[in-house]
């Protein structure tokens, strides 16, 4: 049996399911699911992150948060969560950084989701001697003041796919021919969801809808608005998405989305425009939406970057494209967008504008 044959069943009995299901089936089956059954990150796996490219990347994150914290009286007892921690390098690095801020990582309960029992493995080692905890789902976080990160994190959770059609919807459900998974396209509909839609867009264009990105940044800002702290969201994405952004990515390469269910990454394009008004609704402020390298220049990676070489000479190149690749507009610094969602009367962390 592999995931292709458990979809495809699945398929012959229900009909053609939404990307979202697909998508779904595919990252987090518990047998057959990418993220269940691997490490991706890295050069060996299918993709890098930027805490994979450099220690700059959580270290300065880290020291944000920390004076995000300090902003707001520094609370005695907070919880510092990372959404999707993948090996535990950013939540590492942010910590060391952040113990140079007295009472700060003292006062953190460190609190890891993660979907993925092999990524959990990995992150109980690099981030041992600081006993993070582990939860399922970001509405389990503890009821106290709420600093936390999440990279990389809501490009993977499942989208649906909609064409515009005449004056409503079709939405774009994966089938059969044979034995071939593809995608098709299901009978118009009005979307409620997508009625600020169809101000900007044409029938025949692709719009993305992630359900659970509006329902966990909601959670997540009704707790910031009750207790205090904030979130800081990096993803690639734009305001508004357009298009059909679902990418699948194995061993650094592109690849079709429908042909190895299970084996290559899937992600789609972060909708900022959803995150925000789903922390308005539960009272919190956000900030700009900020291009990456915007953002970690004002933080000061170039001056770090500049100490880390006086400390290394011999690692001067490493360090001068590992700052290029995280802030360089044509590498990660502009497709990679930051967005902070505070409570409405504090300011946005250190780096972003209301
Ligand atoms: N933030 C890390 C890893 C990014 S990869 C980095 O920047 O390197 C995506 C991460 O999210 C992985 O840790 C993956 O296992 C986790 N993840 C994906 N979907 C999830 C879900 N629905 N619930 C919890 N964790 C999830």
Same mark, same amino acid.
């Given at each position: 049996?592999?995931?292709?044959?458990?979809?495809?069943?699945?398929?012959?009995? #229900?009909?053609?399911?939404?990307?979202? #299901?697909?998508?779904?089936?595919?990252?987090?089956?518990?047998?057959?699911?990418?993220?269940?059954?691997?490490?991706?990150?890295?050069?060996?796996?299918?993709?890098?992150?930027?805490? =994979?490219?450099?220690?700059? %990347?959580?270290?300065?994150?880290?020291?944000?948060?920390?004076?995000?914290?300090? &902003?707001?009286? *520094?609370?005695?007892? %907070?919880?510092? *969560?990372?959404?999707?921690?993948?090996?535990?390098?950013?939540?590492?690095?942010?910590?060391?950084?952040?113990?140079?801020?007295?009472?700060?990582?003292?006062?953190?309960?460190?609190?890891?989701? !993660?979907?993925?029992?092999?990524?959990?493995?990995?992150?109980?080692?690099?981030?041992?001697?600081?006993?993070?905890?582990?939860?399922?789902?970001?509405?389990?976080?503890?009821?106290?003041?709420?600093?936390?990160? *999440?990279?990389?994190?809501?490009?993977?959770?499942?989208?649906?796919?909609?064409?515009?059609?005449?004056?409503?919807? @079709? =939405?774009?459900?994966?089938?059969? !021919?044979?034995?071939?998974?593809?995608?098709?396209?299901?009978?118009?509909?009005?979307?409620?969801?997508?009625? @600020?839609?169809? #101000?900007?867009?044409?029938?025949?264009?692709?719009? =993305?809808?992630?359900?659970?990105?509006?329902?966990?940044?909601?959670?997540?800002?009704?707790?910031?608005?009750?207790?205090?702290?904030?979130?800081?969201?990096?993803?690639?994405?734009?305001?508004?998405?357009?298009?059909?952004? +679902?990418?699948?990515?194995?061993? @650094?390469?592109?690849?079709?989305?429908?042909?190895?269910?299970?084996?290559?990454?899937?992600?789609?394009?972060?909708?900022? $425009?959803?995150?925000?008004?789903?922390?308005?609704?539960?009272?919190?402020?956000?900030?700009? +939406?900020?291009?990456?390298?915007?953002?970690?220049?004002?933080?000061?990676?170039?001056?770090?970057?500049?100490?880390?070489?006086?400390?290394?000479? #011999?690692?001067? &190149?490493?360090?001068?494209?590992?700052?290029?690749?995280?802030? @360089?507009?044509? $590498?990660?610094?502009?497709?990679?967008?930051?967005?902070?969602?505070?409570? $409405?009367?504090?300011?946005?962390?250190?780096?972003?504008?209301?």
């Amino acid at each position: 049996m592999s995931l292709h044959d458990i979809i495809a069943a699945r398929i012959r009995q #229900d009909g053609p399911i939404s990307m979202a #299901d697909y998508m779904a089936d595919c990252l987090l089956h518990p047998t057959y699911g990418y993220y269940a059954t691997r490490d991706p990150l890295g050069a060996a796996g299918d993709f890098i992150t930027a805490p =994979e490219i450099s220690q700059m %990347f959580g270290e300065l994150i880290g020291l944000a948060l920390a004076q995000t914290w300090l &902003d707001q009286g *520094a609370p005695s007892r %907070f919880t510092l *969560a990372e959404l999707g921690p993948g090996r535990g390098t950013l939540m590492a690095d942010a910590l060391r950084a952040a113990s140079r801020v007295p009472g700060f990582v003292e006062a953190a309960r460190i609190v890891l989701v !993660e979907a993925s029992p092999v990524l959990r493995d990995i992150q109980r080692s690099t981030l041992a001697g600081f006993a993070p905890e582990w939860i399922d789902t970001p509405d389990a976080l503890p009821d106290l003041p709420l600093y936390l990160i *999440a990279n990389e994190f809501f490009d993977a959770l499942p989208v649906r796919q909609f064409e515009r059609g005449q004056t409503g919807w @079709h =939405e774009l459900r994966v089938g059969l !021919e044979g034995d071939r998974l593809l995608r098709g396209r299901a009978g118009e509909a009005p979307q409620p969801a997508l009625d @600020h839609r169809l #101000d900007d867009t044409q029938p025949g264009d692709i719009v =993305e809808l992630c359900p659970q990105a509006a329902r966990i940044t909601e959670s997540l800002s009704t707790r910031i608005a009750a207790q205090g702290g904030a979130a800081l969201i990096l993803d690639y994405g734009d305001w508004r998405s357009l298009g059909d952004t +679902v990418q699948a990515l194995r061993a @650094h390469a592109p690849v079709d989305a429908f042909d190895t269910p299970g084996q290559a990454d899937l992600t789609a394009h972060v909708d900022f $425009e959803s995150l925000a008004q789903a922390s308005r609704r539960a009272g919190c402020s956000h900030s700009r +939406v900020t291009p990456q390298g915007v953002f970690l220049e004002r933080l000061g990676i170039t001056q770090r970057a500049q100490s880390l070489v006086r400390a290394r000479p #011999d690692q001067a &190149d490493t360090i001068a494209a590992a700052h290029r690749r995280l802030t @360089h507009p044509e $590498e990660m610094g502009n497709l990679f967008k930051v967005i902070a969602i505070q409570p $409405e009367t504090a300011t946005p962390p250190p780096g972003l504008m209301p």
